[in-house]
């Protein structure tokens, strides 16, 4: 009867992590195939617990260590969600589950006045009081769930959740010591006090662990707006600037025009050819560096190329007509700024000699829809990549590394294809962007 009641309420239990879990994550499966992923755990988890030997589980902290391994490949199973995150609740909700059994059982024996062996060897009570530290638990999942969604993650582990996880590793040491104080009534009482003030710190990391999660991400996206905005003040003041040297250079060529014009008039040829010599040598440097009769890629492009110029970095590029590129503005200007941006960082640390950028951008009218073919290949030192994240160097980590995410954000929007790669010293992003809002313009021509 023992063995049979100890199987149930380890099933229950079971059982009731998912339900804690899913306030905190999304289900992988649905339907039966979640149940019957959970049967499986559940008879793996009841088995390891109820049925092994005691000689394959020599302590505590080894049943710890072995119960935390099966819960999280079990939340690895049925859950989608950042590991940081799986590793703090399945850790945090483990200790949370054990210090509520405990401390229960600890304020029961001492509002009775009972034993451990008396409490133990009275069945019906015993049956009775697993039955009440169950629901229990019951009671805060409940809590927890009125408190909690699932929130929609992003793909940067976050190193403050991380380091979060070592109160309920303290918890559990607690607990160890708990169970193994001995016959010392004060150093088992100093010991529950211990464990109850942390399971208050485990319970309260959990009720507020979406919050703070919330807070940082709302602080990180102000600094992604913050770079955005500085992006495009950026652009606007290259637009500006050009259309003004534009405009100076108009009204320049109109006087060359009348200069030369006297002297053809005037007959001085000799003259009108060392004029023309004259203004081929001041004009050169003020030639674009491309134009792909786009003003706006014209002014990121120029604006970036006299950029990497000025750092001595040997630029390449290769473009054809861009001039019916109808991507929204704001989102390309902020992906080509980045790109180039951190592409021209990437040089500054290497020596001069070395440092070498090629771009691309090629408009491919021919397909259906028109796609835009967008690479940024630069010399570089190594580059760590982790799925879409590359992590920054730069001091205060927290501050910095929001280009690459703001690029991520975008191309994940419009479902860019895109590839990012380093080898032998070089790093190359390129993406294929499709040219939707062109494709509806040209059928609404043909209409």
């Not at 339900?19 to 905190?24: C, H, I, N, R, V």
């Not at 005691?54 to 072995?66: E, G, H, K, Q």
């Not at 054809?320 to 080509?336: F, G, H, R």
Request: glycine share 4%; charged share 20%; proline share 3%.
């Amino acid at each position: 009867m023992g063995y049979a009641l100890s199987i149930l309420m380890c099933a229950l239990q079971t059982w009731l992590y998912t339900k804690l879990w899913d306030s905190f994550f999304t289900r992988r499966f649905s339907g039966k195939a979640f149940w019957a992923y959970l049967v499986i755990w559940t008879a793996a988890i009841t088995v390891s617990v109820n049925i092994l030997p005691n000689d394959f589980r020599y302590s505590y902290a080894v049943d710890f260590v072995m119960e935390l391994a099966l819960f999280y490949g079990m939340c690895l199973t049925l859950y989608c969600g950042r590991w940081d995150r799986r590793l703090f609740v399945v850790i945090t909700g483990y200790a949370c589950f054990f210090s509520i059994a405990t401390l229960s059982e600890k304020a029961w024996l001492l509002y009775s006045g009972m034993t451990q062996t008396e409490y133990v060897y009275n069945k019906p009570l015993y049956t009775t009081f697993l039955f009440l530290r169950w629901l229990c638990l019951v009671a805060f999942v409940m809590l927890v769930r009125h408190f909690h969604t699932p929130p929609q993650e992003n793909g940067k582990p976050r190193a403050w959740i991380q380091t979060s996880t070592l109160f309920p590793l303290c918890t559990l040491f607690v607990l160890y010591r708990v169970y193994n104080a001995g016959s010392a009534a004060g150093e088992n009482d100093a010991w529950t006090f211990c464990l109850l003030v942390m399971c208050a710190v485990d319970m309260v990391a959990l009720f507020l662990l979406d919050q703070l999660e919330s807070t940082a991400q709302m602080r990180e996206a102000l600094a992604v707006a913050h770079q955005r905005a500085e992006v495009q003040s950026a652009n606007v003041k290259a637009l500006s600037n050009s259309y003004t040297a534009q405009r100076k250079m108009t009204h320049e060529f109109r006087g060359y025009l009348f200069a030369l014009s006297d002297m053809l008039a005037n007959g001085d040829t000799v003259a009108a050819q060392t004029y023309l010599d004259e203004l081929k040598v001041r004009q050169t440097e003020r030639i674009l560096l491309v134009n792909t009769h786009n003003p706006i890629i014209d002014a990121i492009l120029n604006q970036k190329g006299y950029a990497a110029k000025e750092q001595d970095i040997d630029l390449h590029f290769e473009i054809n007509d861009l001039s019916d590129v109808a991507i929204p503005s704001v989102d390309l200007t902020v992906v080509m700024s980045n790109l180039l941006d951190n592409a021209i960082e990437a040089c500054e640390k290497l020596e001069k000699q070395e440092r070498r950028m090629t771009v691309k951008a090629i408009y491919n009218k021919s397909d259906n829809p028109p796609t835009l073919f967008f690479s940024v290949e630069n010399a570089s030192k190594p580059v760590k990549i982790f799925g879409d994240h590359i992590p920054t160097t730069k001091p205060e980590p927290e501050q910095h590394g929001f280009g690459l995410p703001n690029v991520m954000d975008i191309l994940h929007k419009y479902d860019v294809f895109y590839l990012m790669d380093y080898k032998d010293g070089s790093f190359l992003f390129c993406l294929e962007w499709a040219d939707a809002a062109n494709e509806k313009a040209v059928a609404a021509a043909q209409k």
